[in-house]
């Protein structure tokens, strides 16, 4: 089963950018489909993208639609997600999640990275 490590989370500014990666251990993630949610303080775990590994589909949340994307690297066997203009409110907990894409919701899920996003 493939094991999940994001990285890039941190401070940033309102505004500014920053780039989240999820990489897969133990397996590629061919097969899968592969999706970031975020969890803010004393709310609920949101979904804000996903994307098919193998068709390359992807879906994103309206809330950041036209300033989030995600995308994947096949050589590096790594989804990343691309924040621009993020907004106080992006201030979350970020995870990336996993399952094969015939399955219906997320069975494997990363520790998470915190994204802080400063006005």
């Known amino acids: 089963q493939v094991q999940l490590v994001e990285s890039g989370g941190g401070l940033v500014q309102a505004g500014g950018s920053l780039s989240l990666s999820c990489a897969a251990s133990?397996?590629?993630?061919?097969?899968?489909?592969v999706a970031w949610f975020r969890q803010a303080p004393g709310k609920s775990r949101d979904f804000v993208a996903y994307?098919?590994?193998?068709?390359?589909?992807?879906n994103v949340a309206d809330s950041v639609k036209g300033r989030f994307t995600i995308s994947r690297d096949i050589a590096k066997n790594t989804v990343s997600l691309q924040m621009n203009s993020p907004e106080p409110e992006d201030t979350a907990v970020y995870y990336c999640?996993?399952?094969?894409?015939?399955?219906?919701?997320?069975?494997?899920w990363g520790q998470g990275t915190q994204v802080t996003v400063s006005s």
């Open positions: 133990g397996r590629t993630f061919s097969g899968y489909r």
């Open positions: 999640a996993a399952n094969l894409i015939f399955k219906s919701g997320y069975d494997v």
């Open positions: 994307i098919s590994w193998d068709s390359g589909i992807t």
